[in-house]
Nanobody
């Protein structure tokens, strides 16, 4: 069983930055992929970024490449999403998710464990 706790959301102006964190707890946490997804009102849950726990390989959605950076602090069991150059269209509830794999997935259905969401609002 894996528990994920996301935090760091808030209100920011266009062009601003936010850093989201996802703390993972498990009896044994090895060879997992951790992903960030977001869901705006009335829309589907979309992939944002993912990282592998061991090798730190990364994958990004085209819409966030060059603006967002995903990283892992293995010592703190934390995956962070540094978000910059934020736009109103980045407004959504952001979720972190985890699944046991050595690879990277961008489909929500491929992730087994989910944390609660954290709201990010970007004002224009």
């Amino acid at each position: 069983q894996v528990e994920l706790v996301a935090s760091g959301g808030g209100l920011v102006q266009t062009g601003g930055s936010l850093r989201l964190s996802c703390v993972a707890s498990a009896r044994r946490f090895n060879y997992y992929a951790i992903g960030w997804f977001r869901q705006a009102p009335g829309k589907e849950r979309d992939f944002v970024a993912a990282i592998t726990w061991n090798e730190h390989n990364t994958l990004y959605a085209d819409s966030v490449k060059g603006r967002f950076t995903i990283s892992v602090d293995n010592g703190k069991n934390t995956v962070s999403l540094q978000m910059g150059s934020l736009r109103p269209e980045d407004t959504a509830v952001y979720y972190c998710a985890a699944t046991p794999t050595a690879g990277l997935f961008s489909q929500a259905g491929d992730y087994r464990y989910w944390g609660q969401g954290t709201q990010v609002t970007v004002s224009s």
